[in-house]
Every structure is written in structure tokens, then in C-alpha cells.
């Protein structure tokens, strides 16, 4: 049984590790170096200190990013948790009037499958799709119909005022599904006695709902909560592809994703690009831990 | 998944029948109507999502039928016939067809890739003991709480430098790099609560410990590997980031996301806003079709990383 038991160890790991070490750990341990140099590509990079943080610290689109993000980091996981949570409860437990068990509501089936299909479409598509339902002309979907209507259009991504919760409204569309499905999954394994118990005990659906239903589903709540979480620092594939001048109109949507792509990419300040993603790094670490640490509660045991 | 009927409970006393204490009354039935209420409006709500999800995408069939008058004229009508014209310029002239058989090269045998090699890191990993284990596999654990822009900048000079940029198998093996710690966690997970009896009897009967794994363990592994591949699909079909990258500079090679982008950017030149209809149409349309024949399978395989 021991025979080639090492050759075939190393033999399994060599190609997935070597992969691994090459394409992700190198290049993330190389980013906080390249972060501390002015390196623009060309010529070997010159060290340079705190340079590109003291730089970044005065730069307003950085900040316009980051309170974007916070924005983000509250709005997302609110709404689409508390859309999610509320349609699960109905297509779960929502119809309960007739017989004993606890069922969902008619049709249940199909609003599931329905909800659900967006979260197949890839963002920058989902993107593109939306730039057109947004066009702020007779063409557009919504602004087609005030235009019939004899209202006057409104300018969903060009007004900087509306931009961002444009931009906010078409992941919550592309999300709730997911987390319909999430949540469904997570009631479906909660014990039917326990609803039956507090319905004899004439408990109205309110109750059932904010006292039985949601402390049992805390875990769940918790990974949907860390997952929107990590989606409101991303926002690159939408920002880039929906928003004016990728991020506009004047900074007024952007991300921080955005802002190193183009930093990079786009006037090849490779240090200062790399100094944004270890900061974008920073706050996503932090962002972890602080919701594990203060949504941590007794898990209640079934 | 399913919430309703259990077999047990038709033999039970149906608790509707029972009726309740007579100071219950009163309660039960404010109860009652507070229930009433709340579905009602459950209903409408579930009904409105449904149409706020299902519009925008059968708005945009129906317009990659029309022409660009119509477009703007009467964006809510049907379209005044079949513009088939419109997919076929969209497919060839826009490149979609092109975009779209490079996302199925690239995603086909990044997944392939993923799939074979992070089931053989995850099934060392979950059933061999030997030194460094811990160590490699909180490695490819750690990369999952990293943001890939993070790396952004270093990745792409180390492609370069491989001379892998612009090419198809430098994506794909970034593709299959980043892909690996959900794939060896989830695996490995899997791996650890196969039996082992079956492993020791085969090991007995002289079977190696490769053949064991490919011909014993991985069709035990089938249902872990259908969730996780199902997940990598998805995830490396919507991939944007990444072809931006490290393929801008050959077009031929781009994939659809990226593709469409770029379709999107210059539709506001050309102006062909049909085109521009159809080509997302054309995106759409294969996930419909997938979508419909293996609802249940994706449904499983995209939560099954969250809910574990």
C-alpha cells in the first residue's frame, strides 16, 4: 500500500501548484513591492517609499471610489437581502392557508426559475442590455414609455446625481435571484414542527417571520451578507461597460476596480495602480473580518 | 429543495382539524386576515419582479427585429416583421459568432483544466497525510479572500514576460490559476466524506493509487464535480476582467463579454442600434436554452458553494 506513494503525491500536486504559484501568489506578493515604486513599465522600477499613498491620499477620484464603495457596501446587501428574504419567505412558506403543511404560494415554481435567470447572463452583457433600457431618448425602455406619456425623459446615467443608484438598481436585479434560491434553500432545511408549533400557538405571519424564521436563518444570512458584501468592491465589468466615460459622468461612478484598470492600462502608472489594489485589498480584509466578528452570534442547534 | 408534502403527513391529524382552545379564537383570526393581506400583496409583488425581470430581456428580442426607426418610433410595439437581417449582420459583420466560439474554446478547456487538476490537488490534499499538506492547502484556501485587482498589475507582466500575452492559452491558464481555491476547497471537502472501505479494498486488490483515483474516486466524486464545474462555467463565462487584460491587443481572440463591450462602444458611431439588439440577443439566447434543459443542475451548483 505504500508504494509509490510519494511520486504519486508530488506527481498529483506539481502541475496544479506550480499553476497556482506562477499566475496568483507571485503576482500578489509582487504588488505590495510594485505599489512602494514609480515603475511606469519601461525602465526598471525606482523605489519610492509612501509616495503613492501620500499621492493617492490627495487624489479625489480615489475618494469619490471609496465613498462609492460605502454606498454600495450598505445599499446592496440591504436591499437585496430584504427583497430576497421576503419573496423566499412567500414562495416557501407564504401559502400556508391550505392544508397542514407549510407551502409556498401558487406558482412558486415558476417565479424561482424566473428570478433566477438573470444571475446566468455575464455582467458586462446584463451592461450592455441595461445601457439600452436606460437610453435616455424615445428608444429607451423606461424613458420611451414617460416620453409616450408626455413626461420628460430622465437622464438615468447621465444625471450625477441618479448615476450611481442606476448603477446600484441593475445588480440588486441581477442578485435577488441568487439569493431567492439561496434563502429558499436554507428555510426548505428548518423543521416544518417548528412553524406548525407556532401557528397552533396562533402566532400571526409577522411572528413566524421575524422570530422564527430569521434567527434560524442567520448563517445564511451571514455568507449573503459577506458575498454582497465582496460584489460592492468589485463593480468593474458593470462601471466599465454601463456607466459614461467608464466610471462618469465626471467620476461620479466610479470604482475603485476602474481606477486601477485605467491608472494601469490606461497611463501605465503601474506603482500607483498596484498602491489602489493594496488599499482595495485593505478594506475588503477589513470588511470580512469586522461582519464575522459583529454578526457573530450563537448558532441555534437544531 | 422542495418545501411541500412529506410522506408522513397524511397519516397524521391534520392540524386544521383540531380545532383551537376557544381563547385562541380571537387572535386566530385577526391571524387569519393579517395572512390574507400579506399574501395578497406577496402576490402582487412576486407578480411585478416577475415583469421587471422578464421585460427588459424580451424588450430586446423584440427589438433586434426591428429596424432603427422603429427602435425609436415605437419601442413597445411588436417589430413590423422578421429582420432576420439584423442577427445575421450581428453574427458575422459584428464578429459575435467569432466572440462567441472563442468563449467556448476558452471556457471549455478552462474548465477542462480546472476540473482535472483541482481534483487531483483536492484529493491529495483530502486523503493523504504527508508533510506540507496544511500548508499547500490553505494556499489555494487564501485565495479566496484575495481580489484578483490586487494582482492585476503583476499578473499581466508575468504573462508577458511567459510571452503568453495575447494568446489563448495564456488566458487559459490564468483562467484555470484563478479558478483553483473554490475548486480545491470545495473538492476537497467532497473527497474527505468519500468512504474510504471502497479506496482500501481496491488498494488491496493491487490497484495503484493513480488508477484509483481516476478509475475508483473521481466517479464516486460525480456529483461535487458536476456542482463545481456548473459553478466554474458560469463564473468563467462572465468573465470580463481578465480578456480585457490580458487579450486586448488580438482581437480575433476576444471572447463574448469582452466582445460585446466593444460592440456596445461602437454601435454609438455606427449607429446600428438593431445590430446592437441582435448581438446581445445572440448572448442571451444559448443561456436560455441551457438554462431551460439544466435549470435544476445550475440552480444546485451555483448555491452549493455558499450554502456549504
Known amino acids: ?302 | 429543495m422542495t418545501t411541500n408534502t412529506e410522506p408522513g403527513t397524511s397519516t397524521r391529524p391534520r392540524l386544521r382539524d383540531i380545532p383551537p382552545p376557544a381563547h385562541r379564537r380571537p387572535a386566530d383570526r385577526t391571524g387569519t386576515r393579517d395572512l390574507r393581506l400579506f399574501s395578497r400583496l406577496g402576490q402582487v409583488a412576486l407578480l411585478v419582479w416577475a415583469v421587471v425581470v422578464i421585460v427588459p430581456i424580451v424588450w430586446t428580442f423584440l427589438a433586434s427585429f426591428k429596424n432603427t426607426t422603429e427602435i425609436f418610433s415605437s419601442p413597445w410595439t411588436l417589430p413590423a416583421h422578421l429582420r432576420w437581417a439584423n442577427w445575421g449582420r450581428a453574427w458575422t459583420t459584428a464578429h459575435v459568432g467569432r466572440y462567441f466560439l472563442n468563449s467556448v474554446l476558452v471556457v471549455g478547456l478552462g474548465t477542462a483544466g480546472t476540473m482535472l487538476l483541482g481534483s487531483m490537488a483536492a484529493y491529495v490534499l483530502a486523503r493523504y497525510r504527508f508533510w506540507g499538506n496544511r500548508i499547500i492547502y490553505y494556499l489555494f484556501v487564501s485565495g479566496l479572500a484575495f481580489p484578483v485587482f490586487l494582482a492585476l498589475v503583476p499578473l499581466f507582466f508575468v504573462v508577458k514576460n511567459l510571452g503568453l500575452l495575447n494568446s489563448y492559452t495564456g488566458l487559459i491558464l490564468v483562467y484555470i490559476a484563478y479558478s483553483l481555491p473554490f475548486t480545491v476547497f470545495f473538492l476537497a471537502a467532497f473527497f474527505k466524506t468519500l468512504p474510504s472501505s471502497v479506496a482500501e479494498a481496491a488498494m488491496i486488490d493491487g490497484c495503484s493509487h493513480t488508477r484509483l483515483f481516476f478509475r475508483i474516486m473521481l466517479p464516486m466524486a460525480r456529483p461535487g464535480m458536476v456542482s463545481v464545474a456548473i459553478f466554474n462555467i458560469i463564473g468563467q463565462w462572465a468573465q470580463y476582467l481578465l480578456p480585457v487584460v490580458l487579450i486586448a491587443g488580438a482581437p480575433d481572440k476576444w471572447v463574448l463579454t469582452q466582445g460585446i463591450a466593444s460592440i456596445n462602444t461602437n454601435a454609438g458611431y455606427a449607429a446600428d442600434w438593431a445590430g446592437l439588439f441582435a448581438a446581445i440577443s445572440l448572448a442571451i439566447l444559448p443561456m436560455i436554452i441551457v438554462y431551460a434543459i439544466f435549470q435544476r443542475q445550475i440552480q444546485a451548483g451555483l448555491t452549493a458553494g455558499a450554502v456549504k
Open chain 1, 1 to 302: 500500500m505504500r508504494h509509490g506513494r510519494y511520486p504519486f503525491i508530488v506527481g498529483f500536486l506539481v502541475a496544479p501548484v506550480t499553476l497556482y504559484v506562477v499566475f496568483v501568489i507571485a503576482p500578489y506578493a509582487q504588488a505590495f513591492y510594485i505599489s512602494m515604486t514609480n515603475w511606469r513599465g519601461f525602465a526598471p522600477p525606482t523605489w519610492a517609499g509612501f509616495d503613492n499613498y501620500k499621492r493617492m491620499a490627495g487624489d479625489g477620484a480615489f475618494w469619490k471610489a471609496i465613498e462609492h464603495h460605502l454606498v454600495m457596501l450598505i445599499t446592496l446587501p440591504l436591499v437585496t437581502i430584504a427583497i430576497a428574504l421576503f419573496f423566499a419567505f412567500l414562495l416557501n412558506l407564504g401559502g400556508r392557508s391550505r392544508g397542514s403543511t407549510m407551502s409556498g404560494v401558487w406558482g412558486s415554481k415558476f417565479y424561482r426559475v424566473v428570478f433566477f435567470f438573470p444571475q446566468l447572463l455575464a455582467l458586462p452583457i446584463i451592461a450592455v442590455l441595461f445601457g439600452m433600457v436606460y437610453r435616455p431618448n424615445s428608444s429607451g425602455l423606461i424613458d420611451g414609455v414617460l416620453i409616450k406619456l408626455g413626461l420628460a425623459p430622465v437622464g438615468w446615467l447621465i444625471n450625477p446625481k441618479l448615476a450611481l443608484w442606476a448603477v446600484i438598481a441593475v445588480l440588486v436585479w441581477q442578485a435577488v435571484g441568487f439569493y431567492v434560491v439561496l434563502f429558499s434553500a436554507g428555510m426548505a432545511s428548518i423543521p416544518k414542527d417548528i412553524f406548525e408549533a407556532a401557528e397552533l400557538d396562533g402566532a400571526p405571519q409577522s411572528t413566524l417571520f421575524f422570530r422564527v424564521t430569521l434567527p434560524l436563518l442567520w448563517d445564511t444570512l451571514q455568507v449573503a451578507w459577506v458575498y454582497l458584501g465582496i460584489a460592492a468592491f468589485d463593480g468593474f465589468a458593470i462601471v466599465d461597460v454601463l456607466t459614461v466615460d467608464q466610471g462618469g459622468p465626471d467620476n461620479n461612478t466610479t470604482v475603485l476596480a476602474e481606477q486601477i484598470y485605467q491608472n494601469a492600462f490606461k497611463f501605465g502608472k503601474f506603482g500607483y495602480a498596484s498602491a489602489m489594489g493594496v488599499a482595495l485589498f485593505f478594506l475588503t480584509i477589513t470588511f470580512a473580518a469586522l461582519t464575522l466578528r459583529v454578526t457573530r452570534r450563537e448558532t441555534i442547534e437544531l
